[in-house]
């Protein structure tokens, strides 16, 4: 959203709110702006008197009304991409349950088929794992229900 200060033909300041400067040339070309002091709709660009440094003259004065943006809320979007990544891991990973330790240092040392795997594993063991270079990741202990 940017904000042009304009003049109609009588020098009537008012300012226009438009989404890009493409905007605010297609609504001045379709007589979409019109002064809001004499209705007049020869319109043109004056000098923003912030840049200048001068006392702003008129209230603002939106050509037409503001639409809100619509409201993006990042954290839902995060959310509904942890639940989606769980999820599949869920679904798609064998559950050794307590045996997950044993069972990932099985697999890192092909001892066991090479699969995706998910159970339980202390911090301790956790860490053990990594130091061993074995690729591991934690997530918040999780069913599916809990994250509905
Ligand atoms: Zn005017």
Redesign the pocket.
Known sequence: MIIFDL??????PFEGWFQSHEDFDHQLACGLIA??????LEIRRVPSAVHLGLPTAAAAVPARPALPAAPVDLRSGALAALRQLTEMLLANCEDVGSDFAEEARRIHYVEAPERSIRGEASSEEYEALLEEGIEVFRLARLKPGDLH
């Open positions: 003049a109609c033909q009588h020098d009537h002064c809001p002091q004499c209705t007049s």
